[in-house]
């Protein structure tokens, strides 16, 4: 875009790279073509981070299925129909146990546990003639006064296995391993649903995979266009960095031709007109860090420097600029700019003399940073700040000296 092809933000290079993975889906490990833009629980745990839509609703589902999951082995007497009901990759026989024990779902685990002991022990019985075995049977004392109606069952499962006594070892072995895997499923569903404090989450939350804070579900769903807007924004902002990085590469392959036109306009938009946006603080102040301050500053500010010119020329335009003094009537001046609220003439107008009569521009610059630090209407803000900060820059870009300058002009006037 023209009007940003004399904006150099690369000193914000870094600090852009340093974001990136703020951007990057938890599920997806990549940025997310339908962002949304994460709504925690308490507002001091409040980062900008972007989500998938879709990955975040699947999140939602899986709390929702761990929640009945929970209900489902809070109901279960046996102590394994849920692992039987969610095993998966059984070999023939191990499918054959599996049917066998879902007949006893209506029965508490200790009952199952009399009812394979006692099949164990007759298990030589029933290995026995054909002829002789019911007789034996009826004279065995039975501790399960149903387990004749699992017999019948048994022998079948046996004959297909083989052998009586390994069927009935492997059956009883099987049992066991489902009581652990149930076990270790109300663990894993319970870890779910419940932070390390014992609090469970609710309908509508889901756990950050990064902080494992509570997320807020739906107000999170609700900031697709916001959440993309910002994206778009950063985009624009790391491609006037020229940033080289492989995510963002990724993520434009899967745009529209067009996807960075729009984002370097949404970017002029927002330099313009912030307020279209409804970025919160913490918004803004995540796209002031990448880039966003000093790509406005110098749109704003860029008219009033030429290369062209002494440095000391430069410097004095845009402070002049600052109170209108370039002006037949700098006070009309102001009015009519709708700027004669602002603080700190009376300091700029001192600070524009001082550098006329030929002292040291920086040390200029620091008492003027210094003094109006001190005044009652400090702006860290306002437009002192960031002709100030746009001065800095150009400072460092020509080389100069500015190390007098405790902590830069960065600080905000």
């Known amino acids: 875009m023209p009007l940003f092809s004399d904006i150099d933000i690369s000193d914000h290079r870094k600090a852009i790279a340093e974001k990136i993975s703020l951007v990057i889906d938890p599920v997806l490990n990549e940025i ?123 022998q079948r499962l046996a004959k297909i296995e083989g052998n009586v006594e390994r069927a009935i070892a492997e059956l009883i072995r099987f049992r066991e391993e489902m009581f652990l895997q149930q076990t270790q499923i109300t663990s894993f569903n319970h870890g779910q649903l419940t932070n390390q404090y014992g609090v469970q989450l609710t309908s509508n939350q889901i756990f950050c995979p990064f902080s494992k804070e509570r997320i807020k579900v739906a107000e999170s769903l609700r900031t697709r266009g916001q959440a993309s807007n910002l994206l778009a924004i950063f985009i624009a902002l790391s491609q006037l960095a020229k940033l080289k990085d492989a995510d963002i590469e990724n993520f434009l392959k899967c745009q529209a031709s067009d996807y960075l036109e729009q984002a370097n306009e949404k970017l002029l938009q927002y330099l313009r007109f912030p307020i279209w946006f409804n970025f919160s603080p913490l918004q803004q102040r995540f796209l002031a860090e990448a880039g966003a301050q000093a790509a406005k500053q110098q749109l704003n500010y860029r008219h009033l420097w030429s290369e062209e010119k002494q440095l000391e020329d430069n410097v004095l335009s845009v402070l002049i600029d600052y109170s209108k003094q370039d002006w037949n009537f700098p006070v009309f001046g102001l009015f009519i700019s709708g700027h004669w609220r602002r603080h700190h003439h009376e300091a700029v107008s001192e600070a524009i003399k001082s550098i006329r009569r030929g002292e040291d521009i920086v040390v200029v610059l620091e008492q003027l940073k210094n003094g109006v630090q001190k005044h009652p209407s400090y702006n860290s803000q306002g437009s002192l700040t960031n002709r100030l900060e746009f001065i800095e820059r150009k400072l460092t870009s020509n080389s100069l000296p500015i190390a007098s300058l405790s902590g830069g002009l960065s600080v905000g006037i």
């Open 32 to 154: 997310p073509v339908d962002p949304i833009l994460v709504n925690y629980l308490y507002p001091d745990k409040q980062v900008v981070r972007l989500f998938s839509y879709e990955k975040t609703r699947e999140l939602q589902q899986m709390t929702e299925t761990s929640r009945s999951i929970l209900k489902e082995l809070k109901e279960d007497n046996t102590g394994i129909s849920i692992a039987l009901k969610y095993a998966k990759n059984l070999s023939p026989s191990q499918e054959r146990y599996k049917d066998f024990l879902l007949k006893m779902s209506a029965l508490n685990g200790k009952s199952i546990d009399d009812i394979l002991n006692e099949l164990q022990q007759v298990a030589p019985l029933l290995s026995s003639s054909v002829i002789y075995s019911p007789l034996l049977l009826k004279l065995h004392r039975f501790i399960h006064r149903d387990i004749a109606t699992y017999i019948q069952d048994f």
